[in-house]
T-cell receptor, first 113, second 113 residues
Framework: QKEVEQDPGPLSVPEGAIVSLNCTYSNSAFQYFMWYRQYSRKGPELLMYTYSSGNKEDGRFTAQVDKSSKYISLFIRDSQPSDSATYLCAMSGGPNSNYQLIWGAGTKLIIKP | DADVTQTPRNRITKTGKRIMLECSQT?????MYWYRQDPGLGLRLIYYSFDVKDINKGEISDGYSVSRQAQAKFSLSLESAIPNQTALYFC????????????FGPGTRLTVL
């Protein structure tokens, strides 16, 4: 079993829909949780960062961490065609693990105009 | 100019050939990483370096070697390429901090025939 599980999709939704992307993990030592966005033929770029449990909002994006369930989510409101990309979750145990990131496989998201 | 550059962007080679992928960064970061990305497997860490004299194996280092020529340069070599090394390769950098955000290059698409 992988340390981080993520449904690879593809997930196809109409423009304007609310999108929910999720990852589950098994290592309770993870403290830092990230979502990266990767456009086709590009490198991943950091989208959201959360430390420990709770919610974080940035514009149309909300990241949610539930450490008790070992489950993280990324919500996209009012989705746009420009949001079409692969979304990768990543997490680490912080300084105790040299900040090494453990990655999900990525979910391909398609927003249909 | 891009902060993290990779050369070449695309490469096709034959089994048994030696290949070098190069990464340069202008971000002034001490930490550099090499990942490979395969469909359905996400990003897997090959090697990482926290400074010029500190190089560490990652999850999948067999068949690869690296050289940190300077703070800004980190090269990945395949001594004798094999077809299952066909993948997308990414270099990333980060600076020690509470977030340790990683910044990625555009990637090298390597095909081994």
């Amino acid at each position: 079993q992988k340390e981080v599980e993520q449904d690879p999709g593809p997930l196809s939704v109409p423009e304007g829909a609310i999108v929910s992307l999720n990852c589950t993990y098994s290592n309770s030592a993870f403290q830092y949780f990230m979502w990266y966005r990767q456009y086709s033929r590009k490198g991943p770029e950091l989208l959201m960062y959360t430390y420990s449990s709770g919610n974080k909002e940035d514009g149309r994006f909300t990241a949610q961490v539930d450490k008790s369930s070992k489950y993280i989510s990324l919500f996209i409101r009012d989705s746009q065609p420009s949001d079409s990309a692969t979304y990768l979750c990543a997490m680490s145990g912080g300084p105790n693990s040299n900040y090494q990131l453990i990655w999900g496989a990525g979910t391909k998201l398609i927003i249909k105009p | 100019d891009a902060d993290v550059t990779q050369t070449p962007r695309n490469r096709i080679t034959k089994t048994g050939k030696r290949i070098m992928l190069e990464c340069s960064q202008t971000k002034g970061h001490d930490r550099m990483y090499w990942y490979r990305q395969d469909p359905g497997l996400g990003l897997r860490l090959i090697y990482y370096s926290f400074d010029v004299k500190d190089i560490n194996k990652g999850e999948i280092s067999d068949g690869y070697s690296v050289s940190r020529q300077a703070q800004a340069k980190f090269s990945l070599s395949l001594e004798s390429a094999i077809p299952n090394q066909t993948a997308l390769y990414f270099c990333a950098t980060s600076s020690p901090s509470s977030t340790d955000t990683q910044y990625f290059g555009p990637g090298t698409r390597l095909t081994v025939l």
